[in-house]
């Protein structure tokens, strides 16, 4: 089997449950994703697997053995690779991984029937290289517990799937600065995560209704065009298309107060066309008309000279529109 057969085979997989980088998500605490997103890779409805950067990604991949190694020479453990996705052993939707296993001493690693649990293992090691400008996120020396929310969450999906008492992040910070956090075993959020999990899992993935949008982007995606009607503002709308039209007054300085108000706005729409208030808009969120093209070569081709009217249209393709959104003076 060729590499891209290999990982259209990892792809499919990875869809077949929820990882370590989905359920940050889900819980709201991805910097990169949103449930959304993890709803419409999960279905089949995109395509895009890429998590963050595609440049920062690579540099991660290409980074993680140099990262593991030092580690291991500086906390003397053993480590080793498990090539495999491991899925919990009561709930199959639960997938993960991992990126190493700490070995017991005089042991090997290997997972157990269930699928799951790892045997021969002592602890889990995810590795992470980060930007100097994330260096806060990660506390100074000494710091054991600074470690950014979504890989806590990563880290404790890995636990519960398989069974280990803790996980140790080693992050290479600014290409220049290791740090190591150690992440312990919570049963109790465990327990949290999984429940939160089963209820995303059965009523978004397999039941197909798509999860409440956290942005803008997620409220883009679900609705890619508008209904016509229209949403009365309440006293928050109001404080929020306020906000926007003294920020966009000032854009030299205010444009994240800018973005930050319309996206508000945005969110409450959903799929609306106009933001009002006593009947009178403040704002509209239209989607522009569709884009129509039709394939002349194809159609020349298959009727010639004078094409009928319908067939010019079956080979006529339409694109939805954007929305565009418009603050009222």
């Known amino acids: 089997m060729n590499a891209a057969a290999d990982r259209a085979e990892w792809l499919a997989e990875r869809r077949s449950g929820i990882g370590g980088s989905d359920i940050a998500a889900i819980l709201g605490l991805s910097p990169w994703k949103t449930a959304v997103d993890v709803w419409l890779e999960k279905t089949g409805r995109s395509t895009d697997d890429t998590i963050g950067d595609a440049e920062a990604v690579r540099w991660g991949a290409l980074l993680e053995d140099v990262v593991a190694r030092e580690y291991a020479e500086r906390t003397e453990h053993n480590i080793q690779r498990v090539n495999r996705i491991l899925r919990h052993p009561s709930h199959e939707w639960a997938?993960?991984?991992?990126?190493?296993?700490?070995?017991?001493?005089?042991?090997?690693?290997?997972?157990?029937?269930?699928?799951?649990?790892?045997?021969?293992?002592?602890?889990?090691?995810?590795?992470?290289?980060?930007?100097?400008?994330?260096?806060?996120?990660?506390?100074?020396?000494?710091?054991?517990?600074?470690?950014?929310?979504?890989?806590?969450?990563?880290?404790?999906?890995?636990?519960?799937?398989?069974?280990?008492?803790?996980?140790?992040?080693?992050?290479?910070?600014?290409?220049?600065?290791?740090?190591?956090?150690?992440?312990?075993?919570?049963?109790?959020?465990?327990?949290?995560?999984?429940?939160?999990?089963?209820?995303?899992?059965?009523?978004?993935?397999?039941?197909?209704?798509?999860?409440?949008?956290?942005?803008a982007r997620d409220v883009e995606t679900l609705f890619r065009s508008d209904n016509g009607e229209a949403l009365e503002a309440d006293d928050e709308l109001l404080a929020a298309y306020s906000a926007a039209r003294a920020a966009k007054n000032d854009m030299a300085y205010a444009e994240a107060r800018y973005e930050e108000a319309v996206e508000r706005i945005k969110l409450a729409l959903g799929e609306r066309s106009a933001l009002t208030f006593n009947g009178q808009p403040l704002a509209t969120w239209k989607a522009t008309k569709p884009a129509r093209r039709t394939d002349w070569k194809a159609l020349v081709h298959h009727h010639w000279p004078v094409p009928p009217a319908e067939l010019v249209e079956q080979f006529t393709t339409e694109t939805p529109g954007s929305r565009r959104f418009l603050l009222k003076e």
């Open 95 to 215: 997938i993960g991984n991992i990126d190493r296993a700490i070995v017991a001493p005089g042991s090997r690693v290997r997972v157990a029937d269930d699928g799951g649990t790892l045997l021969g293992a002592d602890g889990l090691l995810e590795v992470k290289t980060a930007s100097a400008y994330k260096a806060g996120e990660w506390g100074r020396d000494g710091d054991d517990d600074a470690v950014p929310l979504h890989y806590q969450a990563q880290c404790m999906w890995y636990l519960g799937i398989t069974g280990q008492p803790w996980c140790d992040v080693a992050a290479l910070i600014g290409g220049q600065r290791l740090v190591i956090r150690r992440i312990h075993r919570d049963d109790e959020t465990i327990a949290a995560m999984l429940e939160r999990a089963d209820d995303f899992w059965h009523r978004h993935v397999l039941g197909g209704q798509a999860p409440e949008p956290a942005t």
